[in-house]
């Protein structure tokens, strides 16, 4: 992975190929539903700051892969109906599924809930309300992610707790998807082991998966997302991304998924994945 992708300008627009490849992770993850209308051209032309051609552009790539199709009087609308992956597991699987911010990793987890029917735990999902809620309780903003205070006391309850919603769904014979960024715990070939050896005793595969993109395709993620709790990555977008290796692989046997823009749709990836874990 190239390093200096962190060094991409502000100013850089979208490309069509760019757009459409964003719009299909949405499609394909469950955000854009089966028959929803679309946005006029100049809807999204102003969302992404692009356009209206490239709006143009980049539905014609959608287009021409029948994720859209045109209706009159109607516009846009998505065309995806339901995918169901229907082999079933001898035994339960965990699908941990890791990456940094604006990667995809959400996206590619509701993506295989859709396909498995499997439970789905992301961090986000599951403790925000709670974080947020002990942050403003304890002086800080509802958005920090990058004190001490969060990340020595906030944080490791977060993901005791995301974990221990993972056992208790194995405990009970089931399957389950967990998103969270785990880069401290990826990278900690013991936290690994110990995981992979506590799904064992109750009968359980540990698959982990590391969701790799570049930094201007991450960027993009964060921005169209507007979540408060970017504004400080976004700010000291330079910084941030500084911090990040970009060619992290997880310290235990892994999956790497790619999400740059140039990539292979997830959903195609998502499907060999599954084909491999449920072999």
């Not at 999204?44 to 045109?70: F, H, K, Q, T, Y």
């Amino acid at each position: 992975m190239d390093s200096n992708l962190g060094d991409v300008p502000r100013s850089a627009k979208p490309t069509a190929a760019a757009i459409a490849h964003h719009v299909r992770t949405e499609i394909e993850a469950g955000r854009l539903a089966h028959r929803q209308p679309l946005p006029t051209s100049k809807e999204l032309a102003a969302e992404w700051g692009v356009s209206p051609a490239m709006i143009s552009r980049a539905m014609d790539i959608l287009a021409d892969d029948e994720l859209i199709i045109s209706k009159p009087r109607a516009g846009r609308i998505v065309n995806f109906p339901p995918r169901v992956h229907l082999s079933v597991p001898s035994r339960p699987k965990v699908l941990l599924v890791g990456g940094y911010a604006g990667s995809g990793k959400t996206e590619l987890g509701r993506i295989l809930a859709r396909l498995t029917h499997w439970p789905m735990l992301d961090k986000d999902t599951t403790t925000r309300p709670v974080v947020e809620q002990a942050l403003e309780l304890l002086g800080k903003s509802p958005h920090d992610r990058e004190s001490t205070l969060y990340r020595e006391s906030i944080r490791p309850a977060e993901y005791e707790a995301l974990i221990a919603g993972m056992m208790e769904n194995v405990e009970c014979g089931t399957s389950a998807i967990v998103t969270a960024p785990f880069a401290l715990e990826l990278a900690d070939r013991t936290w690994c082991d110990r995981t992979a050896a506590n799904l064992a005793r109750l009968g359980a595969d540990l698959h982990v998966i590391w969701v790799r993109c570049d930094a201007e395709s991450m960027r993009r993620y964060i921005r169209h997302r507007g979540a408060a709790r970017d504004a400080s990555k976004l700010a000291n977008w330079d910084d941030y991304v500084k911090g990040l290796n970009l060619a992290f692989e997880p310290a235990i046997e892994h999956t790497i998924i790619s999400n740059s823009a140039n990539a292979r749709p997830l959903q195609e990836q998502a499907e060999q994945l599954l084909a491999t874990v449920t072999a």
